[in-house]
């Protein structure tokens, strides 16, 4: 885990997580019907918009753990980008990115999660 501020900024953002994993339970638990419907639209706004949303909150979130020792940043934001992804591949259509073979959506957030990993290793502080 590195250094000591390493540490704590590893701790911060496991807490921050755990906290946020908390919510979304406690939501999906105490009412199941209202937490699929707004799974599917954010707000009002339309299917992908909570999509565009996670794919900006991964991008902020993997700059700012480019600034940072630590290298959670990088692997929750790297990992909120590949699963935006595939999110954007099902609204899509799965199928569309087969391209002959049928594991090639199943590749193309793997990859992307991979290369944003390796650029936040190689970059990070």
């Not at 940043?73 to 087969?98: H, R």
Request: without cysteine; hydrophobic residues 60%.
């Amino acid at each position: 885990m590195g250094k000591s501020r390493s540490k704590v900024w590893t701790y911060l953002i496991l807490m921050m997580v755990l906290v946020g994993l908390v919510v979304v339970v406690n939501v999906v638990w105490k009412n199941p019907t209202a937490a699929s419907e707004g799974f599917r639209s954010f707000f009002g706004l339309p299917s992908w918009a909570l999509a565009t949303v996670m794919f900006l909150a991964g991008a902020i979130i993997f700059w700012a753990g480019l600034k940072i020792e630590t290298d959670w940043p990088e692997a929750i934001g790297a990992f909120l980008i590949a699963g935006s992804v595939a999110w954007f591949q099902l609204i899509i259509g799965w199928n569309k990115f087969e391209l002959g073979l049928v594991v090639v959506p199943y590749i193309i957030p793997l990859a992307v999660f991979g290369l944003l990993l390796m650029y936040g290793m190689k970059k990070s502080v």
